[in-house]
Structure formats: C-alpha cells, structure tokens
C-alpha cells in the first residue's frame, strides 16, 4: 500500500510534473523511438561513420520535434527550455546512441571490406599478358 500524501508532497510532484510540459516529455520519447532509425539513415544511407555526426542528428531531431509543439521560437525562455530538452535527449540516449550506431558502423565497414575482397579476388583472376620491348621505344 502506499502511505498517504501529504501537502508538501503535492507541492514537490507538482514542481517536477511543471518542470517538462507534455510535449517536451513527448519528444523525449520520440527521440529514443527513433535513434535506430537515424543511425541508420546516417550510417547506411547516407555513409557518415563519424560518432558526432550521430549526436547532431539527434540535435536536429530533438529541434525538429519542438518546433513541432508551436511554442514562440522568439522568446529566450523557449531557447533555454530547448536546450535543457536537448542536453536531456542527448544524456538519455546516449547508451542507445552508441550501440545502435557501432553496429551500424560494423555493418557498412564489414559491407566495404567484403566488397573490397571481392574486387581483389575478380582482379586476381585476371591474367595480364607482359609485354617486351627490346630498345628505345618512340
């Protein structure tokens, strides 16, 4: 069972569900769901293999998403709020983040290198005749 509430409790509750309105919590969630899904766009699709440019896409995205809620871009209490959802979404995902994308990485490295192998094995196989030459050539 759990024990009743008191007053100061409600106070503190309210304090934290005040701290992140619907939609920043929202977003936070969205940017878990989805960091699969970017670390493959930017690894397999689009070929990046720099860690960084995983932690800027989940910073647009983060953005994409807040500008989403219509929230008034011109004020400095949205930058402030943007960038504490930011550094959270950054900090939360940070584990998925690195393991969605070192085994996508390994993936596209291990793609490469196959390719690569093969390429060798084809013009391997090619047999190029010498040629001679005895003298000046013109």
């Excluded at 860690?51 to 994409?64: H, S």
């Excluded at 400095?76 to 996508?104: C, D, E, G, H, K």
Aim: glycine share 8%; charged share 10%.
């Amino acid at each position: 069972m759990n024990p009743p509430v008191k007053p100061g409790d409600q106070d503190a509750m309210a304090a934290i569900a005040n701290l992140l309105d619907t939609h920043e919590a929202r977003v936070l969630g969205a940017v878990g769901l989805f960091i699969g899904y970017l670390c493959v766009l930017l690894t397999k699709i689009m070929n990046f293999t720099q860690m960084y440019v995983g932690l800027l896409g989940v910073v647009g995205l983060t953005i994409v998403l807040l500008l989403l809620g219509g929230g008034n871009i011109r004020t400095r209490i949205w930058w402030l709020r943007t960038t504490i959802v930011v550094f959270l979404a950054i900090l939360l995902t940070a584990p998925q983040l690195y393991f969605a994308w070192t085994v996508s990485v390994a993936e596209v490295q291990a793609n490469a290198l196959l390719a690569q192998s093969n390429q060798v094995k084809q013009l391997s196989n090619q047999y190029v005749q010498p040629e001679i030459s005895v003298g000046k050539k013109k």
